[in-house]
T-cell receptor
């Protein structure tokens, strides 16, 4: 596999469920990101990890919990979500955090019932 | 406040009809300006990075340019397969890697 892979591609969950989104990058990059893309809104950064250390939390509610066990894998743990959390969740990676392009996966389309 | 504004929101072209997309930005200490293409149901695909005013990059029918206040994505003789949403993003000074995106321009090229 090459590039950035996200699973699952689609997820439907109730407000009381707990689920996790997975991202894996095969590019040898050192930084990984979670973004949220809602309809009619620009992509919005959620979290940044560099060498498995969280370096940015963009005021994201605690019902979203990221985890980065190594430089190739990134998870987003979800619990007690709200209907407004329905969106496309995109993972990205880059060589470093200083001006290098970020490469994106195809996202997980999340729907909250 | 760092900000990115793209125009127009939507653009319809006939095949072969050249045009330009605009990305205006205000940012404290530009580390890079990025152009992406996004197809429906897919993640953004990286196209170009521009780092300083006067810089230009080309790829097939696309050419990106940069000034101190804005960037243009010129599309020459577009084809239907160029139809997509084009996203512009900037990375400001500091070292978080945070990208600030515009809302995108949705391009439709009719045969």
């Amino acid at each position: 596999e090459t590039g950035v892979t996200q699973t699952p591609r689609h997820l439907v969950m109730g407000m009381t469920n707990k689920k996790s989104l997975k991202c894996e990058q095969h590019l040898g990059h050192n930084a990984m990101y979670w973004y949220k893309q809602s309809a009619k809104k620009p992509l919005e950064l959620m979290f940044v990890y560099s060498l498995e250390e969280r370096v940015e939390n963009n005021s994201v509610p605690s019902r979203f919990s990221p985890e980065c066990p190594n430089s190739s894998h990134l998870f987003l743990h979800l619990h007690t979500l709200q209907p407004e959390d329905s969106a496309l969740y995109l993972c990205a990676s880059s060589q470093d955090r200083s001006g290098q392009p970020q490469h994106f996966g195809d996202g997980t389309r999340l729907s909250i019932l | 406040e760092d900000q990115v504004t793209q125009s127009p929101e939507a653009l319809r072209l006939q095949e072969g009809e050249s045009s330009s997309l605009n990305c205006s930005y205000t940012v404290s200490g530009l580390r890079g300006l990025f152009w992406y293409r996004q197809d429906p149901g897919k993640g953004p695909e990286f196209l170009f990075t521009l780092y300083s005013a006067g810089e230009e990059k080309e790829k097939e029918r696309l050419k990106a340019t940069l000034t101190k206040k804005e960037s243009f994505l010129h599309i020459t003789a577009p084809k239907p397969e160029d139809s997509a949403t084009y996203l512009c993003a900037v990375q400001a000074g500091g070292n978080t890697g945070k990208l600030i995106f515009g809302q995108g321009t949705t391009l439709q090229v009719k045969p």
